[in-house]
């Protein structure tokens, strides 16, 4: 039998916190696991739109995937936080085809502290 590991992470496109207990559990002391950087590269060289374009997907993929690499273990995935980057990972993520089954789910959050995140994530999971 599987043993059920959660993790929580607040996104924008910008960057991620992974939230975490040291083994996966629903309780315990979450922290931060890691913080995770979009390479947002917006240039002046590329008068391109069409080019700026493709560049930025690249780099959104990128970015989905080193999240996806951070959390391939999980099977309970929390993710929050404003706009619509928590809904494109999960569509990333359910495009992965990934062996594990995750259980998903989002919501939205403003910009909060790493504090706020990590007490947001405890309560989403320990209720």
Do not use: C
Request: no cysteine.
């Amino acid at each position: 039998m599987n043993k059920k590991k959660v993790v929580g992470i607040w996104m924008d496109h910008g960057h991620a916190y992974v939230v975490a207990t040291q083994d996966g559990s629903a309780t315990g002391d979450f922290s931060l696991i890691k913080k995770i950087e979009s390479e947002h590269h917006r240039s002046e060289n590329y008068k391109n739109e069409k080019v700026e374009l493709s560049k930025s997907k690249l780099e959104l993929k990128k970015f989905f995937k080193e999240i996806a690499n951070e959390i391939s273990d999980e099977t309970d995935i929390f993710i929050f936080g404003p706009g619509t980057a928590q809904e494109e990972l999960r569509n990333f993520l359910n495009d992965a085809h990934s062996l594990n089954p995750k259980k998903i789910e989002l919501a939205t959050a403003d910009h909060i502290t790493i504090n706020q995140i990590i007490a947001k994530v405890k309560l989403h999971f320990e209720g």
